[in-house]
């Protein structure tokens, strides 16, 4: 996805010119503030209450499930516009399961993409492939459960 001008120009560096510069500080009490180098904009971190935490905000592997979910969407609104379509309203639901063994770590990302367009849209099968296109989705560990629903209502 190409960002706007300056912002893509902030976000790159000379050896990676698609990269973008996320910086984390630990704020103590199992709490963390990224900031997103291009936009400022600052997001909250904490522990979940089952690993010594609050869960106050997202943890770190919630912030894995949120990137998928907005992922796929994101995608599919970019193939939606460029061809015409409407996609307000679609949601996507991402539940995130954990190992129970060590290492702890993500065993499930099972999402639910709700399409508010008819089951018999001609553009069904694009909109669906860009969704399972996303780069978050290629990213992510191939033992990572990753199904995906999509469920058509219009």
């Not at 516009?81 to 190992?99: N, P, Y």
């Not at 290492?103 to 008819?118: A, Q």
């Amino acid at each position: 996805m190409r960002l706007p001008g300056p912002v893509r120009r902030a976000a790159a560096t000379a050896d990676f010119p698609l990269s973008v510069k996320i910086s984390v500080r630990y704020e103590g009490q199992l709490h963390c503030e990224a900031v997103h180098g291009p936009s400022g904009t600052k997001l909250a971190t904490d522990a979940p209450v089952d690993n010594e935490g609050k869960g106050e905000s997202f943890s770190p592997t919630d912030l894995v499930a949120t990137a998928l979910a907005a992922c796929m969407a994101t995608i599919m609104g970019i193939v939606a516009k460029r061809h015409g379509i409407r996609l307000e309203g679609m949601t996507v639901e991402t539940v995130k399961e954990m190992s129970a063994d060590s290492p702890r770590r993500i065993v499930g990302l099972k999402s639910k993409v709700t399409v508010p367009l008819p089951a018999d849209h001609p553009q069904r099968k694009l909109l669906e492939g860009a969704g399972l296109g996303c780069p978050v989705h290629h990213s992510l560990d191939p033992r990572i459960d990753k199904s995906v629903e999509f469920v058509w209502k219009g």
